[in-house]
């Protein structure tokens, strides 16, 4: 998808199809964008446009973590500050989600359902620019929500977050 006269977007099939059965639904959830269909209708808000752009031509060739801030809420996070949801509650469970001796966190039960996720205005997306005749980003993940960075060892104690699992139940948005 092209952004700009020198800027290009694009995402593999499969990390295409993982973000779209994760994040894309048109029910109200935890991890779920809100009012668009698919990772290029986020692309296509002007504002995310030229935000992207931006950030685009200014940073250096590797991977690359981009945060937006919406002007509405874009979606659902899938996480909450551990404040709403004390790990010592009956709610959540301790679970380790990668492969062994990766990480671990604190995981709302999925019938806790009167804990809901949290609309945001924040979303990221996670990528490789090249650069040559034209800058071009390889994105491979995309969510709303804050970027906690790699995830390694107990990511509850590292950032203070419980998990929902994605499509958890999420607060109304306007």
Request: hydrophobic fraction near 40%; aromatic fraction near 8%.
């Amino acid at each position: 998808m092209r952004l700009s006269a020198n800027c290009i977007v694009s995402m593999a099939s499969g990390s295409a199809n993982r973000i779209q059965r994760n994040h894309f639904h048109h029910s109200a959830g935890a991890g779920r964008f809100h009012g668009v269909s698919n990772w290029k209708d986020v692309l296509q808000v002007d504002a995310v446009r030229d935000e992207v752009t931006r950030i685009m031509t200014g940073v250096p060739e590797g991977i690359m973590t981009v945060l937006i801030e919406m002007g509405f809420d874009i979606g659902w996070s899938a996480t909450l500050p551990i404040s709403e949801v004390p790990v010592e509650s009956n709610d959540v469970e301790q679970h380790r989600p990668g492969p062994p001796g990766t990480w671990q966190a604190q995981f709302v039960y999925d019938d806790a359902t009167h804990i809901r996720a949290r609309s945001t205005r924040n979303f990221y997306m996670v990528g490789r620019l090249h650069s040559g005749d034209e800058l071009h980003l390889d994105l491979f993940a995309m969510c709303p929500g804050v970027p906690l960075g790699k995830l390694e060892g107990d990511v509850t104690k590292q950032h203070e977050v419980v998990f929902l699992r994605f499509g958890h139940p999420g607060e109304p948005i306007n």
